[in-house]
């Protein structure tokens, strides 16, 4: 077993965050591990994922393989059981050697052999778990876990085995800061224009981008100018062309942009919904129907019955449908005003200290 004490005058204690994938896993890791200067943090991801670009800069990233669990029984999932004891020894090796004295996680497949190995040399595990709906490892290892923050209360309901803290879920430091005068300098949008943002979530929409680029002559008829956030899948990126159109792969200062919007159009994502209540941004959401357990429409349902957000099924979503909604919206300022204070009182504006306080507690312990 580590020992995991340590005491003022000795070295600072040493955590292993496990964070990988897309930026709902990366960036509430990151913000959290950025309210913790005192310790030191060391990474754990995956191979040729986002994490490769955005850690190596602020910790030192160690790689595993590890892959997801099949619906369905079979050779498949045997090869990926191997794997993940694999996996689970390659962890422990890493958390025993490097003396480490916690482990953070915020879910995902990496979560699964990070939580075994911590909890089977005694480390103390703070697994954050930002969806409505938790993931199956969450729902399945978090008994394992010393705590589970979570970003909605409703997630609760479906962990009765384990301690869990309402703590939101945090975001990335730009939203935390206040907007230099020049924001938005870089995109010529005027500043008494409706603006309407579309969101995808870090791996885009390619199914929203095409409902959007339908129903846009209409918007722009209106007023209105949209920033639009791609991704950079979409094979129709090209098929737009206007004045009051600005489409883009992604955008860097998306705390300017969206405080700057009048309404988003956005999937669901954990993060991305945070990010909307920080900046108070009234939204359609549209979940993303293959999300796993559709968890999407559980988060989006959450801002629904708050009064945030209105929620469409992309099956359901026709081009007349979401033309109509939108110029609704955007010709009701009382609607769109009540919109951004239920999005307001959404958001927790501390969340990542709340999370760096959990991880404190569990290590001083």
């Known amino acids: 077993m580590v020992d995991t004490t340590h005491?003022?005058?000795s070295s600072p204690p040493k955590l292993l965050v496990a964070a990988s994938g897309t930026g709902g896993h990366l960036f509430p890791a990151i913000a959290t591990a950025e309210q913790l200067p005192d310790y030191?943090?060391?990474?754990?991801?995956?191979?040729?994922?986002?994490?490769?670009?955005?850690?190596p800069d602020r910790y030192p990233l160690h790689t595993i393989s590890v892959e997801g669990f099949q619906q369905r029984f079979g050779l498949g999932t045997l090869k990926i059981f191997s794997r993940l004891i694999v996996a689970i020894w390659q962890v422990r090796q890493r958390l025993s050697h490097g003396q480490f004295?916690?482990?953070?996680?915020?879910?995902?497949?990496?979560?699964?052999?990070a939580i075994l190995a911590a909890r089977s040399l005694g480390l103390p595990v703070i697994l954050h778990e930002s969806n409505a709906l938790p993931g199956?490892?969450?729902?399945?290892?978090?008994?394992?876990?010393?705590?589970?923050?979570?970003?909605?209360?409703?997630?609760?309901?479906?962990?009765?085995?384990?301690?869990?803290?309402?703590?939101?879920?945090?975001?990335?430091?730009?939203?935390?800061?206040?907007?230099?005068?020049?924001?938005?300098?870089?995109l010529p949008i005027p500043p008494d224009v409706p603006l309407i943002v579309v969101v995808g979530g870090s791996q885009g929409a390619v199914a929203v981008n095409r409902l959007v680029r339908q129903c846009a002559s209409a918007w722009f008829e209106a007023g209105a100018w949209?920033?639009?956030?791609?991704?950079?899948?979409?094979?129709?990126?090209?098929?737009?062309?206007?004045?009051?159109?600005?489409?883009?792969?992604?955008?860097t200062d998306m705390a300017a942009l969206l405080r700057r919007a009048n309404?988003?159009?956005?999937?669901?994502?954990?993060?991305?919904?945070?990010?909307?209540?920080?900046?108070q941004t009234p939204a359609i959401l549209i979940p993303y129907p293959y999300a796993a357990d559709d968890h999407q429409t559980h988060n989006a349902k959450s801002f629904a019955e708050a009064g945030a957000a209105q929620v469409f099924q992309q099956v359901d979503l026709t081009p007349d449908r979401?033309?109509?909604?939108?110029?609704?919206?955007?010709?009701?300022?009382?609607?769109?005003?009540?919109?951004?204070?239920?999005?307001?009182?959404l958001a927790i504006a501390d969340s990542a200290e709340r999370l760096a306080s959990l991880v404190r507690q569990r290590v001083t312990n």
């Open 7 to 9: 005491s003022p005058q």
């Open 40 to 55: 030191q943090i060391e990474w754990l991801g995956v191979p040729n994922r986002l994490e490769t670009e955005l850690v």
């Open 101 to 113: 004295q916690a482990l953070l996680t915020t879910g995902g497949y990496i979560a699964a052999p």
């Open 136 to 186: 199956k490892v969450t729902r399945w290892l978090s008994p394992w876990c010393s705590v589970v923050a979570i970003g909605f209360e409703a997630a609760a309901q479906y962990l009765p085995r384990a301690k869990t803290v309402y703590v939101g879920t945090p975001v990335r430091s730009q939203f935390r800061t206040e907007l230099p005068p020049e924001a938005l300098s870089d």
């Open 226 to 251: 949209i920033v639009h956030l791609t991704g950079d899948n979409d094979p129709d990126v090209k098929s737009l062309s206007h004045s009051h159109y600005i489409p883009l792969p992604f955008y």
């Open 263 to 279: 309404l988003a159009i956005s999937r669901a994502g954990a993060g991305t919904l945070t990010e909307l209540a920080v900046t």
């Open 322 to 345: 979401l033309q109509s909604k939108v110029l609704y919206l955007l010709q009701s300022p009382d609607s769109l005003q009540q919109m951004a204070e239920a999005m307001g009182k």
